[in-house]
């Protein structure tokens, strides 16, 4: 696919450019005689293929979900519940329910299926809030996601994602003077002269953080600090916000140009048939300047590059239950665990204080073994609230 920001290609395009092989747009006029009901195929002809190929962007949202096993994801999987996208995003208006700028970090309604409120891409509005028998898994509900103990990992479907995205080192050429593309494995691009080095993930383990919904997107006039890493898309929430709870995230790593100057981003221009395109000259100076003059934005002139993260929240993939987080991943000392970096609460097993531990560990074991636990769980409860 083009990068085209949720376009699909309109006309022939050789991707990637060199490599001989021309994709063909879709037939629109075709998709448009057929449109009924959804199928997770149209909907994925955009959604699966954002950010220029299938799998790049989202870790939870590739061509794998046309037809999953269902250890891929329980509710698209033919033996599973086998719903389409728009089961769970009913549209209203065209809007879809279910956004990452908007998202419903939290659903306090609870089971909404039957009424057809427009509101319902959550986990709850199916299940519930309350959807285990034993009551320990239940009470987790109010600080961690559903999505957080039911995707261990992303891209599961064996078509890896993009991890890395490095701009700046974009504009190499080969022996032969022509732009360079290197192959890695499974036929993906591990350099592209037009976007510089990637990397890629299978089977990845989410980075967990506290989220209450609310995304601060950097816009192209922010001014942004260059000491230090740039999240592009930070997300806000604590163990103290009553309405966040502890997500997991994609975290895409890149590097990208910005003006060191007026410490801003900057409009890099791309494609087009003109020379300042940076992907017919591959000059930078030249493509960077046109892109700022095209926006009508205050360019110094220089530019450099920040290193950038970008947070995908991971919704989709959701595996059988067997597959849950174990309880022990997240209610360890060991350094592999899996919310080491959520310091702002008290995990039983995990943090320093031998008496609650105790009662901590016999709680989980109760939960596997013997009915122990329980007991263990009150008293850590009570200690709790008189503290
Ligand atoms: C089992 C229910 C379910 C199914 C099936 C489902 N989704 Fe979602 N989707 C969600 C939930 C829950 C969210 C989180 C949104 C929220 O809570 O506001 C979400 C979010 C999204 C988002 C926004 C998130 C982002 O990272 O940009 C997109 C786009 C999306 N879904 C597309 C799809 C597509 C395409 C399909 C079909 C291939 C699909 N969904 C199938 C439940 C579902
Ligand atoms: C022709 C391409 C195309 C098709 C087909 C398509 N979408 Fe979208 N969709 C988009 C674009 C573009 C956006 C806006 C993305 C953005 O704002 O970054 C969007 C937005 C969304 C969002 C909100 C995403 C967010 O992060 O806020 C959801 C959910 C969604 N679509 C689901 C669906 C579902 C379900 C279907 C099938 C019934 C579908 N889409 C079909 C292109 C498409
Ligand atoms: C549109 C309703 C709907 C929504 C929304 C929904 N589910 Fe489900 N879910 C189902 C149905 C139906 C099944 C039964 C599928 C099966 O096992 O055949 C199911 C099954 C499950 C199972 C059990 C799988 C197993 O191994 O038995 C889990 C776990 C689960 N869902 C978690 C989630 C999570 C997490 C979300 C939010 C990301 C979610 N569900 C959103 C309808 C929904
Ligand atoms: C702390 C981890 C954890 C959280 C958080 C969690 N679950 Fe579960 N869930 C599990 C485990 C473990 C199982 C399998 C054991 C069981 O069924 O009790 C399970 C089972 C399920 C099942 C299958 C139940 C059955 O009886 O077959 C569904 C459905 C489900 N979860 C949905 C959800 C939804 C919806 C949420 C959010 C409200 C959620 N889970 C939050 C760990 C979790
Ligand atoms: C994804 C990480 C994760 C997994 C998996 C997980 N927990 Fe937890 N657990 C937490 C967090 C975070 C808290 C703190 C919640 C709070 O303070 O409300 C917690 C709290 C607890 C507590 C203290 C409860 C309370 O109300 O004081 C117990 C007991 C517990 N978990 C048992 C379990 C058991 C048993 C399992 C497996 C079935 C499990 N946990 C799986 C993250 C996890």
């Known amino acids: 696919m083009a990068t085209d920001a949720g376009h699909p290609l309109y006309a022939p395009r050789e991707i990637p450019k060199g490599s001989g092989k021309i994709q063909m747009p ?163 691009l591990k350099y592209s002269a037009e976007k510089g080095d990637f990397e890629y993930g299978e089977n990845v383990r989410p980075t967990y953080k506290w989220y209450n919904g609310t995304v601060r997107q950097i816009t192209m006039t922010d001014t942004i600090d260059d000491s230090k890493i740039l999240e592009i898309n930070a997300v806000e929430g604590s163990a103290s916000d009553p309405k966040a709870r502890i997500w997991p995230f994609k975290v895409m790593v890149g590097k990208q140009p910005y003006d060191p100057v007026n410490k801003t981003l900057v409009v890099n221009h791309v494609y087009g048939d003109d020379d300042t395109a940076f992907w017919t000259n591959f000059d930078y100076a030249k493509a960077i300047q046109a892109g700022m003059d095209t926006a009508g934005l205050p360019y110094s002139g220089q530019f450099a590059f920040i290193e950038t993260r970008m947070n995908w929240f991971i919704t989709h993939m959701v595996a059988p239950k067997e597959q849950a987080v174990p309880c022990q991943d997240c209610h360890t000392r060991s350094e592999s665990g899996r919310l080491n970096a959520i310091g702002d609460i008290y995990l039983p097993g995990r943090d320093h204080n031998d008496w609650i531990d105790l009662f901590g560990s016999l709680a989980i074991l109760g939960s596997i073994g013997a009915g122990l636990g329980h007991g263990a769980m009150r008293l850590i409860s009570r200690r709790r609230q008189s503290k």
């Open 26 to 188: 879709p037939d629109l006029a075709l998709i448009a005689r057929k449109v009924g009901k959804s199928s997770r195929q149209n909907c994925g002809a955009c959604h699966f293929n954002g950010g220029g190929g299938d799998a790049v962007k989202h870790g939870d949202l590739d061509t794998s979900l046309i037809n999953p096993p269902r250890q891929v994801d329980v509710h698209m999987a033919k033996d599973g519940a086998n719903l389409s996208c728009a089961d769970c995003h009913t549209f209203n208006e065209h809007i879809p329910s279910g956004s990452r700028y908007q998202i419903q970090a939290k659903d306090p309604h609870g089971k909404d299926l039957p009424k057809d409120d427009h509101n319902r891409a959550t986990c709850e509005s199916c299940h519930g809030s309350t959807p285990h028998q034993d009551v320990k898994i239940n009470h987790h509900a109010d600080k961690v996601a559903c999505q957080t103990c039911h995707i261990p990992e992303f891209a599961r479907g064996g078509i890896a994602t993009k991890t890395l995205w490095d701009w700046s080192t974009a504009g190499k050429r080969g022996p032969d003077g022509k732009p360079l593309f290197i192959q890695g494995e499974h036929g993906h």
